[in-house]
């Protein structure tokens, strides 16, 4: 089925740094998001994007955390300054559409903030 | 906001046996419900999508049954076989564009 790539798999950073993470959604995607899922917690949801724009965002998501998908390129959410609480897996997803739409998840990025 | 409760967190069962894994909803007005597995190392593949008040589907090995009333969600795999082992999650869509996840549960199916 279609696939969603996550590049890193693994970031370890220092506190205060800021990181990137990248995502190359399927090819015909308009939707794109972003989950958090703390070690032992529920995957949770941190924000949706769409023809350049954030669409929705959850208290997840703080002042730190942007998006953005240039000219059609990864989809990233970059954290900066990083905190300590950051430390996550994040996945990825992406849709044809909104709503009932099947979202397809990337295999997650594990970042670790020291 | 929502609450999705998904029991057990770890299961084990002899192959050819049943597994099942149940999902519990708080909000009334969610609508659409899904439920995901995740192998090792690769991403959420989407097993089955529903979203009838009351909904018995029938996938390859597994049926999942939607029970609107009791808000309730539940996965059934009727012989499981060691490919099965993995984490499996339900998914709620109450606010347009969100999914809200269970917990997961890790399934281990033995020879």
């Known amino acids: 089925g279609p696939k969603v790539l996550q590049i890193p798999s693994h970031q370890i950073i220092d506190m205060g740094q800021m990181v990137t993470l990248n995502c190359d959604p399927v090819?015909?995607?308009?939707?794109f998001y972003w989950y958090k899922q703390i070690l032992g917690q529920q995957m949770e949801f941190l924000v949706n994007?769409?023809?350049?724009?954030?669409?929705?965002k959850s208290k997840l998501f703080k002042d730190q955390f942007s998006v953005e998908r240039p000219d059609g390129s990864y989809f990233t959410l970059k954290i900066q300054p990083t905190a300590l609480e950051d430390s996550a897996v994040y996945f990825c997803?992406?849709?044809?559409?909104?709503?009932?739409?099947?979202?397809?998840f990337g295999p997650g990025t594990r970042l670790t903030v020291l | 906001g929502e609450q999705v409760e998904q029991r057990p967190p770890h299961l084990s069962v002899r192959e050819g046996d049943s597994a099942v894994i149940i999902c519990t909803y708080t909000?009334?007005?969610?609508?659409?419900f899904f439920w995901y597995k995740q192998e090792p190392g690769a991403g959420l593949q989407l097993l089955m999508k529903?979203?009838?008040?009351?909904e018995i589907n029938e996938g390859q090995g597994f049926t999942v049954l939607l029970n609107k009333k009791d808000k309730q969600l539940s996965l059934n795999l009727t012989a499981a076989h060691p490919g099965d082992s993995a984490v499996y999650f339900c998914?709620?869509?109450?606010?347009?564009?969100?999914?809200?996840f269970g917990r997961g549960t890790r399934l281990q199916v033995y020879a």
């Open positions: 997803a992406s849709s044809l559409g909104r709503g009932d739409y099947e979202q397809y």
């Open positions: 090819s015909n995607h308009l939707y």
């Open positions: 994007f769409y023809n350049g724009k954030v669409m929705e």
């Open positions: 909000d009334p007005n969610s609508y659409y």
């Open positions: 529903v979203f009838s008040s009351t």
């Open positions: 998914a709620v869509i109450r606010v347009v564009g969100q999914l809200t």
